[in-house]
């Protein structure tokens, strides 16, 4: 963390839904009336890999996939970083695709991948 830099303590969630683009009401979403706020408070994640600063928590991945897409959906990563969306994704029953600008974080992500492989076989 560089010096003189805020903290930041949230994160904008946009959720895009192509039937009803100007409400809170979702076609798609898979929570009840009344179970889902607009704020979420989720401790941070926890370190994966050195010099990515900003892994996302599984819990925040998993809110959103839980929530917003079915088993065997496809869910699409554009900023993959470490791949927390990858992991969570497989841990839900979900196809991912994802695309990373940084080739080292390829590695991070295979490697996160077969570890959770070798806990669910
Ligand atoms: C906030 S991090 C994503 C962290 C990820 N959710 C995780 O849990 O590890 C954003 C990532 O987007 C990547 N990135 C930035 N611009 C990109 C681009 N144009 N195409 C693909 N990846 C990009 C960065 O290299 C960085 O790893």
Same mark, same amino acid.
């Given at each position: 963390? $560089? ?9 904008? &969630?946009?959720? @895009?839904?192509?039937? /009803?683009? #100007? ?30 600063? $900003? ?9 959103? &996939?839980?929530? @917003?897409?079915?088993? /065997?959906? #496809? ?47």
């Amino acid at each position: 963390m $560089a010096h003189k830099v805020l903290n930041r303590r949230t994160e904008l &969630i946009l959720v @895009f839904d192509s039937k /009803n683009a #100007i409400s809170r009401q979702f076609e798609k979403a898979n929570f009840e009336r009344g179970t889902l706020d607009d704020l979420w408070q989720i401790k941070r994640g926890k370190k994966i890999a050195d010099n990515h600063s $900003a892994v996302f928590p599984e819990e925040l991945v998993s809110t959103i &996939i839980r929530n @917003f897409s079915n088993e /065997n959906d #496809i869910v699409y990563d554009p900023f993959m970083g470490t791949g927390t969306t990858a992991v969570v994704a497989k841990k839900l029953n979900r196809h991912f695709l994802g695309s990373e600008l940084n080739k080292k974080y390829f590695e991070v992500i295979k490697h996160r991948l077969l570890e959770l492989e070798s806990q669910l076989f």
